[in-house]
């Protein structure tokens, strides 16, 4: 597609529950990125696909959150047992490839943990 | 520990008043610096990539320079239009020998006409 897209744009979930946030890149971006950013903050690194595999999830912060990326292309973060301060919005950005070029954003999901 | 500092938090111009946006980084491994736009509510807008200390990079009323230690994004003659988040990033070498960027909280620019 001509740019990244993330669907839903808006979730709103209760405490406890699954959620899943997908993202479909650029065609032919081969890096996925997944970040996290609370309101007045800059984005927060979450986890980085190079092709299907995740070349760094340090950023995950507990074994709640994983991500797939099973053909190298759509990707879906994956949040178990959603609490209250899950609530941000959840970035996708892919590249080209994984040097240091910029990325290409999508406008994100606002996930709100009621 | 990787680190990008970005000063001032917010900043009110008038209209045609020229200023610096800052930031300063502390990393090893640089592969680059970016400097990104964002609007509320949409995802960060590239702008610049700086490789290396001495190098500039312009786009319209924008210019980014970097050093050993930061980067400036100066802005010149700006207009209500270019109100904004502008957002600081840095790649560093990641862990597993991936790469990481690392962002900074960002300057909320307010212009005014």
């Known amino acids: 597609g001509a740019g990244v897209s993330q669907t839903p744009s808006n979730k709103v979930t209760e405490k406890g529950k699954y959620v899943e946030l997908r993202c479909d890149p650029i065609s032919g971006h081969t890096a996925l990125y997944w970040y996290r950013q609370s309101l007045g903050q800059g984005p927060e690194f979450l986890i980085y696909f190079q092709g299907t595999g995740a070349a760094d999830d340090s950023g995950l912060p507990n074994d709640r959150f994983f991500a797939v990326r099973p053909e190298g292309s759509v990707s879906t973060l994956k949040i178990q047992r959603t609490e209250r301060g899950d609530s941000a919005v959840y970035l996708c950005?892919?590249?080209?490839?994984?040097?240091?070029?910029?990325?290409?954003f999508g406008s994100g999901t606002r996930l709100t943990v009621v | 520990e990787d680190q990008v500092t970005q000063s001032p938090e917010a900043l009110r111009l008038q209209e045609g008043e020229s200023s610096s946006l800052n930031c300063s980084y502390t990393v090893s491994g640089l592969r680059g610096l970016f400097w990104y736009r964002q609007d509320p509510g949409k995802g960060p807008e590239f702008l610049f990539t700086?490789?290396?200390a001495g190098e500039e990079k312009e786009k319209e009323r924008l210019k980014a320079t970097l050093t050993k230690k930061e980067s400036f994004l100066h802005i010149t003659a700006p207009k209500p239009e270019d109100s904004a988040t502008y957002l600081c990033a840095v790649q560093a070498t990641g862990g597993s020998g991936g790469f990481k960027t690392i962002f900074g909280a960002g300057t909320r620019l307010f212009v005014k006409a």
């Open positions: 700086l490789y290396s």
């Open positions: 950005a892919s590249s080209l490839n994984p040097g240091n070029y910029g990325y290409t």
